[in-house]
């Protein structure tokens, strides 16, 4: 019969700070993880970007009235007729008062 070796064992405290280091790290990927899902979140614009060009389509086939306002989405959208270096534009703006982002788009005459 083979005697087997004694392997050494690691004592409780050990384990304890391992644990404790492991939960740590967890902790900490969590919470970044949260805050990038958090933030793409609440800076995503797809939605309103592609309502913009909806309002875009439909302004350059007549079928909407200047001017416009509207609010979609907690967004406030506004279609004005502007002049820019003196040439007419078509000025397109959202905003979301909640994070003071907006998006413009400016459409020539």
Not at 82 to 97: G, M, R
């Amino acid at each position: 019969m083979v005697i087997l070796k004694k392997i050494k064992g690691s004592s409780l405290i050990e384990t304890m700070i391992a644990t404790v280091l492991i939960v740590i790290i967890f902790m900490v990927a969590s919470l970044t993880l949260n805050n990038l899902f958090n933030n793409t979140i609440k800076y995503n614009t797809i939605d309103i970007e592609t309502y913009v060009n909806k309002l875009e389509y439909q302004y350059q086939h007549q079928s909407l009235k200047l001017p416009y306002k509207e609010t979609y989405g907690g967004w406030e959208l506004s279609i004005s007729q502007k002049t820019q270096a003196e040439l007419p534009v078509i000025l397109i703006e959202a905003n979301h008062p909640e994070n003071n982002r907006t998006l413009k788009r400016i459409i020539p005459f």
